[in-house]
């Protein structure tokens, strides 16, 4: 079973930009799909983007012209550049596969906070 694990989060204020990473203990490129999650406090889980082997790219329409996903089967490694963040945006950011694989990482938490 492939463990994720995610990185790169932390406290930025409003119209600010994050990096994340999430790196895979074993190759990813027989995943057709990854996926970036985020889960805010007293919320469910929600997927926020997803991208194909063939690197074809979906966005939810919160995140639609800020978030961009990418992937690297190389290096086992998906990442998400968040631009122009929002408040909105703050929750446990997760990876994984879409649809998920059973386990999942510790996640990366982002607060956007003045």
């Known amino acids: 079973q492939v463990q994720l694990v995610e990185s790169g989060g932390g406290l930025v204020q409003p119209g600010g930009s994050l990096r994340l990473s999430c790196a895979a203990s074993?190759?990813?490129?027989?995943?057709?799909?990854m996926g970036w999650y985020r889960q805010a406090p007293g919320k469910q889980r929600e997927l926020v983007a997803r991208?194909?082997?063939?690197?074809?790219?979906i966005y939810a329409d919160s995140v639609k012209g800020r978030f961009t996903i990418s992937r690297d089967n190389a290096k086992n490694t998906v990442y998400l550049q968040m631009n122009s963040l929002k408040p909105e945006d703050t929750a446990v950011y997760y990876c994984?596969?879409?649809?998920?694989?059973?386990?999942w990482g510790q996640g990366t938490q982002v607060t956007v906070s003045s």
């Open positions: 994984n596969a879409v649809p998920s694989l059973r386990s």
């Open positions: 991208i194909t082997r063939g690197s074809n790219t």
């Open positions: 074993g190759s990813i490129a027989w995943i057709y799909t």
